[in-house]
């Protein structure tokens, strides 16, 4: 068994125990980007979109009755169960839901005029190839948006950074910085044309309960938390109750 497969189960077990918590996710649900997302899409109506690690379809809702398709796409069947019931219920029925790995798309070349995914590359096992695989299927000209955790950059708000998120969730693999998102996504043939910083806060129970993080590892994080400097519980607002803020990167980019 490759490290590429044993880290699919980890995610599709990690996910798909938890899919329908995300559909509800206050933090999943909402947020500013998906206006930037809508006013991409406004004016074509004969586009398709791409949802890569589309989790519980919200940027697919979003977009949907603005384009002729939008095609959810995500590692763990559970998620796109939900996301297909979750379009019945809203009337989406251009919204279609397709399995599978970020790194091994299975679509023709230049088959979308738009790939959005949210939240999803920092569980990628390979973000460069997935990069590439984007740039293989959007259209000339087409256009691609990430929203993801941002690390800081800093050495050791990174370190603090990676540490609480694999002992939240397994299927963590790295918040990248905007130097690394940058210089990704130029090698894959993609050309940045914005990024722009949101600050994201997360509630700590309901951040930990979405994973059903194992109690050994809540405690970690609250040890961690409390025995960190000064310098990280400010930057990262660290609260009496292990609430804190992190920042997020929106990055648009053109093939």
Not at 7 to 13: A, D, G, I, S
Not at 59 to 81: G, I, R, T
Not at 143 to 168: K, M
Request: glycine share 8%; charged share 20%; net charge negative.
């Amino acid at each position: 068994m490759t490290r590429t497969t044993q880290h699919t189960q980890v995610v599709q077990k990690q996910f798909g125990e938890q899919a329908t918590a995300y559909l509800s996710s206050a933090v999943h649900a909402q947020g500013t980007e998906f206006a930037l997302l809508q006013a991409e899409v406004a004016g074509r109506a004969d586009a398709r979109v791409l949802d890569l690690g589309c989790g519980a379809g919200h940027v697919s809702f979003h977009v949907a009755a603005l384009v002729k398709e939008v095609v959810a796409y995500d590692l763990s069947q559970q998620m796109l169960d939900v996301v297909a019931g979750a379009a019945v219920d809203r009337g989406l029925s251009n919204v279609s839901t397709v399995l599978g790995a970020a790194e091994r798309l299975p679509f023709a070349e230049g088959e979308f005029d738009f790939v959005f995914s949210r939240y999803s590359a920092h569980h990628w096992s390979d973000l460069g190839l997935a990069l590439r695989e984007v740039r293989r299927v959007l259209k000339p000209g087409g256009v691609a948006a990430f929203i993801d955790v941002l690390s800081p950059g800093s050495p050791l708000f990174d370190t603090y950074l990676q540490s609480v998120e694999v002992l939240r969730d397994t299927s963590h693999v790295r918040d990248y910085s905007a130097g690394e998102w940058l210089r990704q996504v130029s090698e894959a043939g993609l050309s940045a044309r914005s990024t722009s910083r949101q600050r994201l806060r997360l509630e700590y129970s309901s951040w930990v309960e979405r994973m059903r993080t194992p109690e050994v590892m809540r405690g970690a994080i609250r040890e961690l938390q409390q025995a960190m400097g000064s310098e990280v519980r400010e930057y990262f607002q660290i609260e009496a109750d292990g609430s804190f803020s992190t920042d997020v990167l929106v990055l648009m980019a053109e093939r």
